[in-house]
C-alpha cells in the first residue's frame, strides 16, 4: 500500500452535508455564471470537429446506433437465409453462400450487437444513472468505439468480397484451420481487435460503477443496472480472455502452421472448442443479464413503487455471473467427454436456473404490489417474459445430457437459442430504447407505431421460431442450405420463413420511428415516465454537462423520495456546480459507501484516440493478408499514439492540490494508488490479461490430460540455465520497479530512476534468455513445441510493454511528471509489474520444470 | 456535522475490501469445488496418466471435498446471516443510506449467495454419487 500524503491528498470539511447547508439558497446571477462557465467546459466541439467528440452522451449514441445497424445487416442475412428454406431445394443461394451468411450472422450478432450493445447502452446511460457529468476515461470509450468501428466494418464487409467465414460463428478446428481463403483470418483478427475494444470498454464500466457514484449513494441503494454493469464487467474480463488466447493459438497455426489443433502432430480441435465455450457461455449472460438489467430499470417505474427483492436480485446477478462459467461443457455434451465431465456440467446447468428464476420472479412480484400502467416499454419487457421463459424451459430440457444428444445440432437448438436471446436480449433491449429515447434524444417514440412494432415482431418471431422445436424433433439438422421434399420439413420451413418476414417488416416500423424527425413534438416534459432514479434529473432541453451539479444521494428512489432533490440539482446547490478553471470534472468516490475521495480531471474532445484506434486496426487487419511489415509499423505507431495521449491527458502533476468542491467540503485533486481511477484500471485490465495467460497454461494441461504423447518429444530440451537465468532477471526487474516507487515516495529521486533504469535492463535481458531457452525447439513438428513457443511469445510481448511502462516512469520522472507526491504512475506500473512477475515465474516453471516433473 | 479524518477513512477502507470479499466468497467456493472436480475426473479418467481405473478413490476425495467446501460455505452463511439480522429487526429490504442498512444488505446478500452457492456443490456432487463409470 503506498504512503499517503494526509495533510494535503485527505477529504477536508463537511461531509455528509447539512440540511441548512442544502436550504440555502444561491443567487441567480452567481447561478447563471457557474453554468455559463460549466456550459464552456462541456461544450460539444462544432462543425467537423464534432467527431473529435469524447463525451459519453455521442459516443453512447454512435456505439448504438453502430451496433444498431450491424444488428439490421445481421437480420437481414438471418431473412436471406430464411428465403432460401422457405422451399425444399431451392436454389436462391448456393452452398458457399449460404455458409457465409450463417457465421456471419451469428458471429455479428454475438460480436457487433450484443456485447457492443450492453456497452454501448452502459456507456450512455450509466453517468445519467450515478449523476457522474462521464465516465472516468472518456477517451478510453472513444477509443474503443473507434476500434469497434474499423474492426465491425472490416469484418461485416467481407461478405460483400464473398471472402466472409464460413466454418460457423465456433470456428471449429479443423474444419476452420483448414478453410480455403482469409475467412478464418478476418473472423480472428478482425474480432479480436473487437474483443479489445469490448475489454476496454468493460474496465470503464466497471470503474464507473465503483468509483464514479454520486456522494451517499452506498452499494444497498445504488441502482440496480449498476450492480449488473459491475457483474458483468467482471464476466466479460473473465469470459473474454480465453477466446483471446484460443484466437493466438489458431492464428498461430493459420500463419505459421504451429499444430496446436492438428491431432496429426499431437494437437487436438478439443482445446479450441474448450477454449471458445468458456468463452461462449458466459457470453449469453453477459448478453442476457444487462438486458433484464434494463427491465429492473423499467418494472418499478411502471408498477410505481421500489423494487421487490432488491438483495435477492443482486444475488441473482452474482450467482447467475459465478454459476454461468459452470456450464461451457453443456455445448459440448456430444464430444466423448467422460459422463462424470458431463454430470458436472448437466447439473451446474440446471443450477443456473435458480437465480434466473429469482430475478423473473423478482419483476412480477414488483408488478403485482404496484399499481401497473401498460406503457409501451411494459408490453416489451412483458413480450420478453414470455418469450424467456419459453426459451428457459427448453433450456432445462437441453440441459439434461441424454435429451441433449438426441436435439444435438437440430432446429431445436436453433429455437431455443433464438428464444433465451430474443426473450433475454432483444426485447429487453427494444423496451430499454422506447423507456429511455426521452433521457437521450430529448424526444418520445410514436405510441402507434410502438405498438405496431411490437405485434409484428411478437407474431412473427413466435411464427419463426415455435415451429423450429417441432422441426428440430423431426430431425432437420442445423447449418444445411438445403433439404430435400421428401423429408416432411417443407411446411414448417415455409411458415418460419413467413414469420421472418413479419418480424422483419416489425423491425422496419421500428427503425422508420426511431429514424423519422420528431421537431414537431416540441419540448417534452422532463421526466416523462415519473422515474425514480437519477438519470430522470436530466436536463431538458439538452445541456452537456451530464448533472448541473452532483447531488448528495440517500435513497434508492431519489426523484421520489427526496422531494427537493432536482430542485437543488439545478440551482448548483449541491458538488461540483462550477467549473472555474475550465476544466471537465467528475467526483470520485469511495467502493462501499460512496464518501467523496477527490475530484477528476475527465479528458475532453481529442483526434488521437481516433488515430490510435486507427493504428490499432493497421496492426490487425494486416496480417490477415499476411503481409507483416506494415502491421509492425502499425503497431508501434498505435503505441506511440497511446503513450502521447497517456503523456499529455492522465496523472497530470495538478496546478492546486485541492479543490473546494461546494458544500463546505474540499477534496484532493490528485491521487494515486487505490484512490486513484487508474490504478483500478490497470487492476482490472490486469486481471482480464492474467485470465487469458491462463488459458494458455490450461492448453497445457490439457494437452497433457488428452495426449499420452505430448511431453515426450523435446521434453528435456536445453533451457534449465537459460530459463532459470532469464525469469530471476525478471524477478530482479519486478523488485527494482517495487523499490523504485518506495525511495521514490522518500524523495530520493536519483535511486528511483537508478532503480527504474536497471529494471529496464533486466526486462530486456530476461526476455532475450526466454527466447534463447526455446530456440532449440521447431514449434512447426509437434504441439508441445509449440505451446512452448507460444508461452514464450506471450512473456516476450507483455515484458516489451513492461520496459515501454518502465521507461515511461522513468521520462515520468525525468521531466516532472512522476514526483514523490504526484506518483500515479509509478503505482500504476508497479502494479502491472506484480501480475508480470507472476506471469514469468509461471511461464519459467512450465518451460523448465513441468515437462520433467510430468513426462 | 462530522469531519472527514484520516482515521476513519482507513478504517472504512479496510472494512470495503473485507465486505466485498465476503460477498463473493462462498460462490468462489462453489467455482473451486466445480474446479477440483472436473479437473479430478479428467485425470483419473484419462487412463494414460494414472494407469489404472482409480474411479473409487475419485468418488472418496470428491465427497469429502464436497463436505468440506460445504462446511466452509455454511460457515460463511451463519457469518452473514448475523451480519443481516433480521430476525431481531424484521427488516428485509434495507434500502436506506446509512451505515446500518449498508452492512446488514452486505449481509443478506452474502447470505443468500451462500444458499445458492451451496445447491450449487450438491448439484455438481451428485453425478459422482450416481454414475460409476467414466465411460
Redesign the interface.
Known amino acids: 500500500m503506498t504512503r499517503r500524503y494526509?495533510d494535503v491528498l485527505?477529504?477536508?470539511?463537511?461531509?455528509?452535508p447539512?440540511e441548512d447547508m442544502l436550504a440555502e439558497p444561491v443567487p441567480q446571477d452567481v447561478q447563471e455564471a457557474q453554468k455559463k462557465r460549466l456550459r464552456a467546459a462541456w461544450k460539444t466541439p462544432q462543425g467537423w470537429r464534432y467527431w473529435s467528440a469524447v463525451n459519453n452522451t455521442e459516443v453512447g449514441i454512435w456505439y448504438t446506433m453502430t451496433a444498431f445497424f450491424f444488428m439490421l445487416c445481421a437480420g437481414i442475412l438471418a431473412v436471406l437465409m430464411r428465403t432460401q428454406l422457405a422451399v425444399p431445394e431451392n436454389d436462391f443461394l448456393d452452398a458457399d453462400r449460404y455458409n457465409q451468411f450463417f457465421t456471419m450472422h451469428g458471429s455479428a450478432m454475438m460480436f457487433l450487437f450484443a456485447v457492443p450493445m450492453f456497452e454501448a447502452i452502459s456507456i450512455l446511460l450509466l453517468p445519467g444513472m450515478l449523476g457522474a457529468r462521464d465516465m472516468p476515461f472518456p477517451r478510453l470509450s472513444a477509443y474503443g468505439y473507434w476500434c469497434f468501428l474499423i474492426g465491425g466494418i472490416f469484418v461485416f464487409g467481407s461478405i460483400l468480397f464473398d471472402s466472409a467465414p464460413k466454418a460457423g460463428w465456433f470456428m471449429y478446428p479443423p474444419l476452420a484451420t483448414k478453410e480455403e481463403g482469409i475467412g478464418p483470418d478476418i473472423w480472428l483478427l478482425g474480432l479480436s481487435f473487437i474483443e479489445v475494444a469490448s475489454i476496454a470498454a468493460a474496465v470503464e464500466l466497471i470503474v464507473g460503477a465503483l468509483k464514479c457514484r454520486p456522494p451517499?449513494?452506498?452499494?444497498?441503494?445504488m441502482p440496480l443496472y449498476a450492480w449488473y454493469v459491475m457483474v458483468v464487467g467482471g464476466m466479460i474480463l473473465f469470459a473474454f480472455p480465453p477466446l483471446i488466447a484460443g484466437d493466438f493459438l489458431f492464428e498461430l497455426e493459420r500463419s505459421f502452421d504451429w499444430p496446436f489443433f492438428d491431432p496429426v502432430r499431437g494437437g487436438d480441435p478439443m482445446l479450441w472448442q474448450h477454449l471458445f465455450w468458456i468463452f461462449g457461455h458466459p457470453e449469453v449472460y453477459i448478453i442476457f443479464l444487462p438486458s433484464i438489467a434494463i427491465a429492473a430499470m423499467i418494472v418499478p417505474t411502471v408498477a410505481r413503487t421500489?423494487i421487490v427483492g432488491?438483495?435477492?436480485i443482486?444475488?441473482s446477478a452474482?450467482?447467475t455471473g459465478?454459476?454461468s462459467?459452470?456450464l461451457w461443457v453443456h455445448h459440448m455434451f456430444t464430444t466423448g467427454l467422460?459422463?462424470?465431465?458431463?454430470?458436472?456440467f448437466?447439473?451446474?446447468s440446471?443450477?443456473v436456473v435458480?437465480?434466473t428464476g429469482i430475478q423473473l420472479f423478482a419483476f412480477v412480484a414488483t408488478l403485482m404490489v404496484g399499481r401497473v400502467k401498460m406503457t409501451l416499454p411494459m408490453l416489451w419487457i412483458a413480450g420478453a417474459l414470455a418469450i424467456f421463459v419459453a426459451g428457459g424451459l427448453t433450456g432445462v430440457m437441453l440441459a439434461i445430457v441424454p435429451f441433449n444428444w438426441q436435439a444435438h445440432d437440430s432446429y431445436f437448438v436453433v429455437a431455443h437459442l433464438h428464444y433465451t436471446l430474443f426473450g433475454g436480449m432483444v426485447f429487453p433491449v427494444m423496451a430499454g430504447v422506447y423507456y429511455f429515447f426521452p433521457f437521450f434524444r430529448k424526444k418520445l417514440l410514436s405510441e402507434t407505431l410502438g405498438r405496431w412494432a411490437f405485434w409484428l415482431i411478437f407474431v412473427g418471431f413466435n411464427v419463426t421460431f415455435l415451429p423450429m422445436h417441432l422441426t428440430g424433433l423431426k430431425g432437420m439438422p442445423r447449418r444445411i442450405f438445403t433439404y430435400p421434399g421428401s423429408a416432411g420439413w417443407d411446411w414448417l420451413n415455409m411458415m418460419s420463413t413467413v414469420g421472418a418476414y413479419i418480424t422483419a417488416a416489425g423491425f422496419a416500423v421500428f427503425v422508420y420511428d426511431l429514424l423519422r424527425p420528431k421537431a414537431y413534438q416540441g419540448q417534452i416534459k422532463r421526466n416523462p415516465w415519473g422515474g425514480g432514479t437519477l438519470e430522470w434529473a436530466h436536463d431538458v432541453p439538452e445541456e452537456a454537462w451530464g448533472n448541473r451539479s452532483v447531488p448528495y444521494?440517500?435513497?434508492?428512489y431519489p426523484l421520489w423520495d427526496q422531494p427537493k432533490l432536482v430542485e437543488r440539482m439545478d440551482a448548483g446547490r449541491y458538488y461540483l456546480p462550477d467549473a472555474p478553471e475550465g476544466k471537465r470534472e467528475t467526483l470520485i468516490t469511495?467502493?462501499?459507501?460512496a464518501?467523496p475521495l477527490m475530484v477528476q480531471r475527465v479528458t475532453g474532445p481529442a483526434w488521437i484516440t481516433m488515430l490510435a484506434a486507427f493504428f490499432t486496426g493497421g496492426a490487425f487487419i494486416f496480417p490477415t493478408f499476411h503481409i507483416y511489415e506494415p502491421a509492425i509499423v502499425c503497431g508501434a505507431f498505435a503505441i506511440v499514439c497511446v503513450l502521447y495521449w497517456l503523456w499529455t491527458s492522465t496523472a497530470q502533476v495538478p496546478d492546486q492540490e485541492r479543490k473546494d468542491v461546494g458544500l463546505g467540503l474540499s477534496l484532493p485533486t490528485y491521487a494515486s494508488g487505490?484512490t486513484s481511477v487508474g490504478w483500478w484500471a490497470v487492476w482490472i485490465t490486469m486481471l482480464g490479461d492474467s485470465t487469458a495467460f491462463a488459458s494458455l497454461v490450461f492448453g497445457f494441461f490439457f494437452y497433457?490430460?488428452?495426449r499420452?504423447d505430448f511431453i515426450t518429444i523435446g521434453a528435456d530440451h536445453a533451457t534449465g540455465a537459460a530459463v532459470a537465468l532469464g525469469v530471476t532477471l525478471f524477478v530482479v526487474s519486478w523488485a527494482a520497479t517495487v523499490l523504485a516507487r518506495e525511495v521514490n515516495k522518500r524523495s530520493h529521486i536519483t535511486l528511483a530512476r537508478i532503480a527504474l533504469a536497471l529494471a529496464a535492463i533486466c526486462t530486456a535481458g530476461g526476455a532475450g534468455l526466454i527466447i534463447l531457452s526455446v530456440l532449440d525447439l521447431e514449434p512447426t513438428t509437434h504441439v508441445y513445441p509449440a505451446t512452448m513457443w507460444a508461452l514464450m511469445v506471450w512473456l516476450v510481448a507483455h515484458s516489451l510493454l513492461g520496459v515501454i511502462m518502465q521507461l515511461y516512469a522513468l521520462a515520468g520522472s525525468i521531466f516532472g511528471k512522476v514526483t514523490p507526491q504526484y506518483d500515479a504512475d509509478l503505482c500504476n506500473v508497479t502494479l502491472f509489474w506484480h501480475f508480470m512477475v507472476l506471469t514469468a515465474l509461471v511461464t519459467g516453471f512450465i518451460l523448465g520444470v513441468a515437462p520433467r516433473l510430468l513426462a | 456535522m462530522n469531519q472527514i479524518s484520516t482515521e476513519e477513512e482507513q478504517e472504512e477502507f479496510l472494512e470495503e475490501q473485507d465486505s466485498l470479499w465476503r460477498l463473493a466468497l462462498s460462490p468462489t467456493l462453489w467455482a473451486l469445488h466445480f474446479v477440483i472436480c472436473y479437473g479430478a475426473t479428467t485425470v483419473f479418467c484419462a487412463d494414460h496418466i494414472l494407469g489404472v481405473d482409480y474411479l473409487a478413490t475419485l468418488r472418496l476425495g470428491i465427497g469429502m471435498l464436497t463436505i468440506g467446501i460445504l462446511a466452509a460455505i455454511v460457515w460463511l452463511g451463519w457469518g452473514a446471516w448475523r451480519q443481516w439480522d433480521v430476525v431481531r429487526d424484521r427488516e428485509w429490504e434495507n434500502d436506506a443510506g446509512n451505515n446500518e442498512d449498508r452492512h446488514q444488505f452486505i449481509g443478506h446478500a452474502a447470505f443468500l449467495l451462500s444458499l445458492i452457492s451451496a445447491v450449487g456443490v450438491i448439484y455438481v456432487s451428485l453425478p459422482v454419487l450416481l454414475i460409476a463409470s467414466c465411460a
Open positions: 494526509p485527505d477529504p477536508q470539511g463537511t461531509y455528509p447539512t451517499g449513494m452506498r452499494v444497498n441503494i421500489p432488491y438483495s435477492w443482486v444475488l452474482v450467482g459465478f454459476l462459467f459452470g467422460p459422463q462424470i465431465s458431463l454430470g458436472f448437466s447439473a451446474a440446471e443450477a435458480i437465480p444521494i440517500t435513497s434508492r469511495s467502493v462501499i459507501d464518501k487505490p497433457w490430460t488428452a499420452p
